[in-house]
Nanobody, 116 residues
Framework: QVQVVESGGGLVQPGGSLRLSCAAS?????EAWWYRQAPGKEREFVT????????NYADSVKGRFTISRDNAKNTVYLQMNGLKPEDTAVYYC????WGIGAFDSWGQGTQVTVSS
């Protein structure tokens, strides 16, 4: 079972930045996503990075968030700039690998709070 572990959450003032990390326990993956869930709301898609490095973003974060990956470290990052109070949520990472050694694993989440 491949474990996915997020880190980097915390409290930040509006307009500030945070970088989240997501590591898949020593296992290469093909695709990775970030989702988030705010209190009282459903989990929503934030961004995706594919095997070839192509990316996709929710409209609400375009131009402010950037997803990237370091294949040597089996890690994906989410750089969040220009944070707003409405970005407050638990952020979840999901990593998937197909073929030999296939897995589809979620992390436990990391809290991001944007408040003055």
């Amino acid at each position: 079972q491949v474990q996915v572990v997020e880190s980097g959450g915390g409290l930040v003032q509006p307009g500030g930045s945070l970088r989240l990390s997501c590591a898949a326990s020593g296992s290469p993956f093909n695709e990775a996503w970030w989702y988030r869930q705010a209190p009282g709301k459903e989990r929503e898609f934030v961004t995706l990075i594919s095997r070839d490095g192509s990316t996709n973003y929710a409209d609400s974060v375009k131009g402010r968030f950037t997803i990237s990956r370091d294949n040597a470290k089996n890690t994906v990052y989410l750089q969040m700039n220009g944070l707003k109070p409405e970005d407050t949520a638990v952020y979840y990472c999901r990593c998937r690998r197909w073929g030999i050694g296939a897995f589809d694993s979620w992390g436990q989440g990391t809290q991001v709070t944007v408040s003055s």
